[in-house]
């Protein structure tokens, strides 16, 4: 080599730099990149294996939402409510991701890049059927499709197998989330904790009114009564818990006097698959050390 001529040398290595440009990348290297301000739709990218430009809020992200993590090169956008635009535009994304919580930002994210609206939770429409066309909907557009059918599959395969393992006798659950101490978010129809306990076969106590995502806001005395298996899902807001250890009220419920109370660890109630399976994963291994006397 050392014979060659160095203009020669040169001229040999531009060919090959020129070649190497002209290979096609693999489709599966050669994804949109996405951003979104939607936790639901975050949660599902990652499920996929795609991995999100940016995301709004990414600490509360795992506070709330907790798995899927989303990967390290996701950018932290801001607040859900105030996305930092320009920051959102450095990352060139070739698609923004929202639901119709944040329509109103959507002309003003339409100048940055093309802005898809993708519901959940539309009242009067079954819950589990939406999951599944937001799945195939998130997976087409990040043009992971084949991703998607495995997830769904993945999913209800898992809620089947998790529903065999469920105890002979498990008394209605109460499932709540603590707003502060003194009210709860109780979950019913509509949500995707219902749905998941209708695919596992199970029985809510609660047959109030819900909102559009599945709940209601009430307060704590009004559990009071309700022969149900309590159920909490975390986090709680700061302070709530120390509170909840004075509060007479909250002690004479009988799965907290009884000693019996589920706690779960953070499940994003407005969340899609991802979501689903964690629920039935942490609410199934739950009920199972209870009935073991764990």
Known sequence: MHN????????????????????????????????????????????LGATPAGVAQVDAYHAWVSAPRLPAATVDLGLRSQPNLELLASLAPERILISPMFANLAPRLSRIAPVTTLPLYTPGRETWPQLRELTREVGRLAEREAAAERLITKTEERLEALRRRLPAQVPPLLVVQFMDERHVRVFGAGGLYQAVMARLGLDNAWRGETNAWGFSLVGIEQLAGLEAQLVVVEPYPVGVEAALADSGLWQQQPSVRDEALITLPPVWSFGALPSAQRFADHLVTALEDTAHGD
């Open 4 to 47: 060659v001529p160095a203009c020669r040398l040169r001229g040999v290595l531009a060919v090959l730099l020129v070649s190497l440009t002209l290979v096609p990348i693999p489709r599966a290297l050669a994804q949109p990149a996405i951003a979104t301000l939607d936790w639901t739709l975050a949660e599902t990218l990652v499920a």
